[in-house]
């Protein structure tokens, strides 16, 4: 079964850091690239960034919103993904998903997603 | 910044057809995809590039995409289908966005 499971969320002060774990199982995780993906509490999804495969070099893409502050990185021989992230905002308060990207005709789509872990940034 | 529309929300019968519109500028240039999100869950992926199904997802699902505008069909509608819905595409300048999501309610 192809599954993504997240872990590392949690309550963190304005400032933290705080490291969030993907686990992968069920496919070839070195083939693909992966994505986190975030949902504030009520409102709509955003990405937040992807790490591409080996034969793309393991490149990053940020969104505006975190570019140098979270940092992704991934461990294929563990099938993981990570996402470092550092300087919390309030507004990273947020259910973090992970979702594998496949590559369809003009870009990737993102066709499977783990369940999401919580973090809240809060004094 | 490239900026996807779609409206707050859609109501629709059991039984009949539900469009769900994504606006955006010559967003007939670009594969759109489609995710359903029930409520407390994650994103499932619905249709992709423009109107492909995954696996799984039923042939009620499809997809269309010319223009200004693409729209993510519901047919004979099931109130197992009552879900937000998020159309998303990558732009080069934007990267991957999603559009602003629609409450399906099925009366």
């Known amino acids: 079964e192809v599954q993504l499971v997240e872990s590392g969320g949690g309550l963190v002060q304005p400032g933290g850091s705080l490291r969030l774990s993907c686990a992968a199982s069920g496919f070839t995780f070195s083939d693909h690239y992966m994505d986190w993906v975030r949902q504030a509490p009520g409102k709509g999804l955003e990405w937040v960034g992807r790490t591409r495969n080996k034969a793309n070099s393991y490149t990053t893409e940020y969104a505006a919103s975190v570019k140098g502050r979270f940092t992704i990185s991934r461990d294929d021989s563990k099938n993981s993904l990570y996402l470092q992230m550092n300087s919390l905002k309030t507004e990273d308060t947020a259910v973090y998903y992970c979702a594998r990207a496949s590559e369809g005709y003009y870009y990737y789509y993102m066709d499977v997603w783990g369940k999401g872990t919580t973090v809240t940034v809060s004094s | 910044s490239y900026v996807l529309t779609q409206p707050p929300s859609v109501s629709v019968a059991p039984g009949q057809t539900a469009r769900i519109t994504c606006g955006g500028n010559?967003?007939?240039?670009?594969?759109v995809h489609w995710y359903q999100q029930k409520p407390g869950q994650a994103p499932v992926l619905v249709v992709y590039?423009?109107?492909d199904r995954p696996s799984g997802i039923p042939e009620r699902f499809s997809g269309s995409n010319s223009g200004n505008t693409a729209t993510l069909t519901i047919s004979r509608v099931e109130a197992g289908d009552e879900a937000d819905y998020y159309c998303q595409v990558w732009d080069s300048s934007s990267d991957y966005v999603f559009g602003t999501g629609t409450k399906v309610t099925v009366l």
């Open positions: 010559n967003i007939g240039s670009k594969s």
């Open positions: 590039d423009d109107s």
